[in-house]
């Protein structure tokens, strides 16, 4: 393996992200290649992550673009700030100043406001890490807006002329596949598909992150969360979902699982009522053992 | 590390192979794969197929595909310390037409959309009644169900199936709504809402088009269905240009995508071919079916999706899964229809355990038997 995606995966371990070869490789070449980075996978296995990680294994500042419906090129990129310029209007009202003097100054610098696209492209410092988070949940249009955006990186303001990025910005996409992403944008972007931990990760996930823990709990807990995925649930669980239950079962002072402690602390993991129904039922039939086979015997 | 021309070649046959199996993959692709492996270790095979599938895969459903084609055409060689050479051994010949394709834009994509120019000539029978029977005569079209035309007269229905879907096709309006909190600053109702104060105050905004809703199609193609299946497509193509997109599956006892099928170089054909999708094993599962679109296709429904279902509702399977999957997919959809022809008949009931347990569960029922009952449907393609 080359040096240089062992030493991310071990800046990434560092901090305090369990990761993989696959992951750490992706990122070394959206670094390497400036290419924005999209990952796809479930809620809650850690996609947001890799951005903050990113930014705080560079040192630099992480500047997210939370998407939702109705997100537009406005919100993202910049918008002038309309009463504070007719604010600045009334108060020139008496001053000598000319048309061009009061125009060039409300259309100058202090009466923009700069969204998080913008801000990504004027940082003074280094490169910024650039977290699009859930573009599968803005529209359609402005995922095109976007992929202008990240194909050069510069923004045009027409009063002010045209902004190029005083550094290319890490960009790091997330999406939940809640809707299908453009050909488009995903032939600009490399790829990778971040699947539930397997066994062995989550134990490392949990013992890391939540560190009272001991380890046959750890093991009982991913164990049973391996098991639960092969469920047909609506709601999977997630990294997220394991950790705060493992902070729970931890705060409980629990040193391993049983049927009550499952049966009390169940909301931790199982967020939807025909899941937990569906779960109960698999509980009663085949018991705590069909998810946590003893182990070691 | 091999020599970069080597490296270029080797990722372009490569690129052969992925288009032969069906992933097509653009030249920038392909160059951003070659900057890839200028930058890895090219005798970690592991990191070299990590770096290509980060390049050169677009979407998780391409994975097996991908990693079929890397081992088939990978033959690393890292033991004798040779690395990537094992690449430029002749791997399947490519044909004489993919290497056409290589160099220009691709033929494929060209010849498909003029098809469908092709076939929108063919249905845009503008000029006005020319094919309009009298009315009294189309009167008695409106009313009459698919299933009792004669095969001759198919033809001229589906005509007319056409000609009223372009027409309510106009009728859809593209306004802009003004709105109080963001959106743009709508200039022209700012100026006149502050006319009378003599500076402007007060800004006014308008909100963006609303986006284009969504259509996702279940048609049932078992046995009598597919008929009705088949004007119900043909009316909505008719009608695609007022939706952002149409998705459109069939099912009997599987779940088919024939949305790619249905936009080939003939619509017509395609469509005559539906009943090939059917399996004569007999039977209706339409639980499992759903079920399958909600587990496989999850991302093709949102607030902004109408789905359709057209099905007789006669199910062999359990009528627990179709309810679990009908409520899962109302969750999701802006709106859920289903549309059942024999609800044309007027002494149908809907009593059919697996009609029972899907009912409650749709937005609305209605019948799709006739083209009056297709006209009324267009009143309904809308959200909530």
Same mark, same amino acid.
């Given at each position: 393996?080359?040096?240089?995606?062992?030493? /991310?995966?071990?800046?990434? %371990?560092?901090?305090?992200?369990?990761?993989?070869?696959?992951?750490?490789?992706?990122?070394?070449?959206?670094?390497?290649?400036?290419?924005?980075?999209?990952?796809?996978?479930?809620?809650?296995?850690?996609?947001?992550?890799?951005?903050?990680?990113?930014?705080?294994?560079?040192?630099?500042?992480?500047?997210?673009?939370?998407?939702?419906?109705?997100?537009?090129?406005?919100?993202?990129?910049?918008?002038?700030?309309?009463?504070?310029?007719?604010?600045?209007?009334? !108060?020139? %009202?008496?001053?000598?100043?000319?048309?061009?003097?009061? %125009?060039?100054?409300?259309?100058?610098?202090?009466?923009?406001?700069?969204?998080?696209?913008?801000?990504?492209?004027?940082?003074?410092?280094?490169?910024?890490?650039?977290?699009?988070?859930? /573009?599968?949940?803005?529209?359609?249009?402005?995922?095109?807006?976007? !992929?202008?955006?990240?194909?050069?990186?510069?923004?045009?303001?027409?009063? /002010?002329?045209?902004?190029?990025?005083?550094?290319?910005?890490?960009?790091?996409?997330?999406?939940?596949?809640?809707?299908?992403?453009?050909?488009?944008?995903?032939?600009?972007?490399?790829?990778?598909?971040?699947?539930?931990?397997?066994?062995?990760?989550?134990?490392?996930?949990?013992?890391?992150?939540?560190?009272?823990?001991?380890?046959?709990?750890?093991?009982?807990?991913?164990?049973?969360?391996?098991?639960?995925?092969? /469920?047909?649930?609506?709601?999977?669980?997630?990294?997220? %979902?394991? !950790?705060?239950?493992?902070?729970?079962?931890?705060?409980?002072?629990?040193?391993?699982?049983?049927?009550?402690?499952?049966?009390?602390? !169940?909301?931790?993991?199982?967020?939807?009522?025909?899941?937990?129904?569906?779960?109960?039922?698999?509980?009663?039939?085949?018991?705590?053992?069909?998810?946590?086979?003893?182990?070691?015997? | 590390?091999?020599?970069?021309?080597?490296?270029?070649?080797?990722?372009?046959?490569?690129?052969?192979?992925?288009?032969?199996?069906?992933?097509?993959?653009?030249?920038?692709?392909?160059?951003?794969?070659?900057?890839?492996?200028?930058?890895?270790?090219?005798?970690?095979?592991?990191?070299?197929?990590?770096?290509?599938?980060?390049?050169?895969?677009?979407?998780?459903?391409?994975?097996?595909?991908?990693?079929?084609?890397?081992?088939?055409?990978?033959?690393?060689?890292?033991?004798?310390?040779?690395?990537?050479?094992?690449?430029?051994?002749?791997?399947?010949?490519?044909?004489?037409?993919?290497?056409?394709?290589?160099?220009?834009?691709?033929?494929?994509?060209?010849?498909?959309? *003029?098809?469908?120019?092709?076939?929108?000539?063919?249905?845009?029978?503008?000029?006005?009644?020319?094919?309009?029977?009298?009315?009294?005569?189309?009167?008695?079209?409106?009313?009459?169900?698919?299933?009792?035309?004669?095969?001759?007269? *198919?033809?001229?229905?589906?005509? *007319?199936?056409?000609?009223?879907?372009?027409?309510?096709?106009?009728?859809?309006?593209?306004?802009?709504?003004?709105?109080?909190?963001?959106?743009?600053?709508?200039?022209?109702?700012?100026?006149?809402?502050?006319?009378?104060?003599?500076?402007?105050?007060?800004?006014?905004?308008?909100?963006?088009?609303?986006?284009?809703?969504?259509?996702?199609?279940?048609?049932?193609?078992?046995? #009598?269905?597919?008929?009705?299946?088949?004007?119900?497509?043909?009316?909505?193509?008719?009608?695609?240009?007022?939706?952002?997109?149409?998705?459109?599956?069939?099912?009997?006892?599987?779940?088919?995508?024939?949305?790619?099928?249905?936009?080939?170089?003939?619509?017509?054909?395609?469509?005559?071919?539906?009943?090939?999708?059917?399996?004569?094993?007999?039977?209706?599962?339409?639980?499992?079916?759903?079920?399958?679109?909600?587990? #496989?296709?999850?991302?093709?429904?949102?607030?902004?999706?109408?789905?359709?279902?057209?099905?007789?509702?006669?199910?062999?399977?359990?009528?627990?899964?179709?309810?679990?999957?009908?409520?899962?997919?109302?969750?999701?959809?802006?709106?859920?229809?289903?549309?059942?022809?024999?609800?044309?008949?007027?002494?149908?009931?809907? *009593?059919?355990?697996?009609?029972?347990?899907?009912?409650?569960?749709?937005?609305?029922?209605?019948?799709?038997?006739?083209?009056?009952?297709?006209?009324?449907?267009?009143?309904?393609?809308?959200?909530?």
């Amino acid at each position: 393996m080359r040096d240089e995606i062992r030493t /991310i995966q071990a800046l990434m %371990e560092g901090a305090d992200y369990v990761t993989d070869a696959a992951i750490a490789t992706s990122v070394y070449l959206g670094m390497t290649l400036k290419k924005p980075l999209l990952i796809e996978g479930h809620a809650g296995v850690g996609k947001t992550e890799v951005a903050k990680v990113m930014a705080r294994m560079l040192e630099t500042n992480l500047i997210r673009l939370q998407c939702y419906e109705g997100l537009d090129a406005a919100q993202a990129l910049y918008e002038w700030n309309y009463p504070k310029q007719l604010l600045h209007i009334k !108060l020139e %009202e008496s001053t000598e100043h000319s048309l061009q003097q009061k %125009e060039a100054a409300i259309f100058s610098e202090p009466f923009l406001i700069k969204r998080p696209l913008l801000q990504a492209i004027t940082q003074d410092a280094r490169p910024p890490v650039l977290l699009i988070d859930e /573009i599968d949940r803005s529209d359609e249009e402005f995922e095109a807006f976007l !992929l202008e955006v990240l194909s050069d990186f510069q923004v045009t303001i027409p009063e /002010i002329g045209t902004i190029k990025a005083t550094h290319t910005p890490h960009v790091i996409l997330t999406s939940n596949r809640n809707r299908e992403l453009s050909d488009a944008l995903r032939r600009r972007c490399l790829y990778q598909w971040m699947d539930f931990p397997g066994f062995d990760k989550e134990v490392r996930i949990v013992t890391r992150k939540v560190p009272g823990l001991n380890e046959r709990l750890a093991r009982e807990i991913s164990r049973f969360m391996e098991t639960l995925r092969t /469920i047909r649930l609506a709601k999977v669980p997630g990294v997220a %979902e394991t !950790l705060d239950w493992a902070q729970a079962l931890s705060s409980l002072h629990a040193d391993h699982l049983d049927e009550d402690l499952v049966a009390e602390t !169940l909301g931790c993991v199982l967020k939807d009522a025909d899941d937990v129904r569906r779960f109960k039922r698999e509980l009663g039939t085949a018991g705590l053992k069909r998810f946590v086979p003893a182990e070691g015997s | 590390m091999a020599a970069p021309r080597d490296l270029l070649t080797a990722t372009l046959r490569f690129g052969q192979t992925l288009r032969q199996a069906g992933l097509p993959r653009t030249v920038s692709e392909l160059m951003d794969a070659v900057r890839a492996l200028e930058v890895v270790d090219l005798m970690d095979r592991q990191e070299v197929y990590m770096a290509l599938r980060a390049c050169l895969v677009a979407r998780v459903e391409e994975i097996p595909a991908f990693d079929r084609c890397f081992d088939a055409f990978w033959i690393f060689q890292a033991e004798e310390g040779q690395g990537l050479e094992g690449l430029t051994s002749p791997a399947p010949a490519p044909h004489g037409e993919d290497e056409q394709q290589m160099d220009g834009p691709p033929g494929g994509e060209q010849k498909e959309s *003029l098809a469908l120019e092709g076939w929108e000539e063919e249905g845009a029978d503008d000029g006005e009644p020319l094919e309009v029977p009298g009315k009294s005569e189309r009167e008695v079209l409106m009313d009459r169900d698919f299933s009792t035309f004669p095969t001759e007269d *198919l033809d001229e229905v589906a005509r *007319l199936t056409v000609l009223i879907a372009k027409r309510l096709a106009r009728r859809v309006s593209r306004r802009r709504r003004p709105t109080r909190r963001g959106g743009v600053i709508d200039l022209r109702r700012s100026m006149r809402a502050n006319m009378m104060k003599g500076e402007i105050i007060e800004l006014r905004r308008r909100e963006r088009r609303r986006r284009k809703v969504r259509l996702v199609l279940l048609c049932d193609v078992s046995g #009598s269905m597919d008929l009705y299946s088949r004007f119900l497509l043909q009316f909505l193509y008719a009608l695609q240009n007022v939706f952002g997109r149409v998705e459109t599956f069939t099912f009997a006892t599987r779940l088919t995508r024939v949305t790619e099928q249905l936009k080939g170089p003939s619509y017509q054909l395609a469509l005559r071919r539906l009943t090939e999708v059917r399996d004569f094993s007999g039977g209706t599962r339409i639980g499992e079916s759903i079920q399958e679109f909600n587990r #496989s296709w999850r991302q093709l429904v949102d607030r902004h999706t109408i789905v359709l279902v057209l099905s007789d509702g006669w199910d062999t399977g359990e009528p627990d899964v179709l309810a679990a999957e009908m409520l899962s997919l109302r969750r999701r959809a802006g709106r859920v229809i289903w549309l059942n022809p024999l609800l044309g008949n007027p002494s149908y009931e809907p *009593l059919t355990r697996g009609m029972a347990a899907a009912l409650p569960l749709v937005d609305h029922f209605a019948a799709a038997h006739n083209l009056a009952s297709l006209r009324d449907l267009a009143g309904h393609l809308t959200l909530r």
